[in-house]
């Protein structure tokens, strides 16, 4: 059974950046056919995609447009990791933010628990 | 982007009910499409995919069906643990879009 463990600060203060964690167990990072992402949840938003990061003999990174100027999405193979990174952010960026994996690069199957992060000074 | 758009935002329905959602696409989808269900402060879990396949685990009173622009989520029989709020997302193609949720609730 693949877990999903997201850690992270809940605040964080504007033009900051964003930085998430989610500790994969019963996967792996690298494996071939997964993928693994990010996505947030606000009311004014509702569920909102934000990227994937995945390996097929190197990595790859597929981007929202609306964030793709100011995120970064990797992973620690050591530490069966990745990570997601949101600089620059405004109040505009609080949400509830889910990490995900995709098998077969199509539909997210299991999902971390959330995290909510306030973007506040 | 692809936009997908749900209806109803809400419906209330009684047990034992049949409950249909439907979720259209501003583009063909061909049948790149799941559904998800999100009980309030849980992520959301995956139900449906690839329109209407039945997620290991999913009791069979959930069902898909569509292809192209038009999807239809059936709850055939409404049981008190389906209270939740229930989401389309295509992908068909990036950035994945959802739609923007149908809550479900008992009369």
């Known amino acids: 059974q693949v877990e999903l463990q997201q850690s992270g600060p809940g605040l964080v203060k504007p033009s900051q950046t964003l930085s998430l964690t989610c500790a994969i167990s019963?996967?792996?990072?690298?494996?071939?056919?997964?993928?693994w992402n990010w996505i947030r949840q606000s009311p004014s938003r509702g569920l909102e995609w934000l990227g994937r990061t995945y390996y097929r003999s190197r990595w790859y990174w597929q981007y929202a447009p609306s964030v793709t100027s100011r995120i970064v999405i990797n992973a620690d193979t050591s530490k069966n990791e990745f990570f997601l990174q949101l600089e620059s952010v405004t109040p505009e960026d609080t949400a509830v933010y889910f990490c995900?994996?995709?098998?077969?690069?199509?539909?997210?199957?299991?999902w971390g628990q959330g995290t909510l992060v306030t973007v506040s000074s | 982007d692809i936009q997908v758009t749900q209806s109803p935002s809400s419906v209330s329905a009684s047990v034992g009910d049949r409950v249909t959602i439907t979720c259209r696409a501003s583009q063909d989808l061909d049948n790149w499409v799941a559904w998800y269900q999100q009980k309030p402060g849980r992520a959301p879990t995956l139900l449906i995919y690839?329109?209407?396949r039945l997620q290991s685990g999913v009791p069979s009173r959930f069902g898909g069906s569509g292809s192209g622009t038009d999807f239809t989520l059936t709850i055939s029989s409404l049981q008190p643990e389906d209270c939740a709020t229930y989401y389309c997302?295509?992908?068909?193609?990036?950035?994945?879009?959802f739609g923007q949720g149908t809550k479900v609730e008992i009369k």
């Open positions: 997302q295509q992908a068909n193609s990036f950035p994945r879009t």
């Open positions: 995900a994996r995709d098998y077969g690069g199509k539909y997210l199957d299991f």
């Open positions: 019963g996967d792996s990072v690298s494996g071939d056919i997964v993928a």
């Open positions: 690839a329109a209407s």
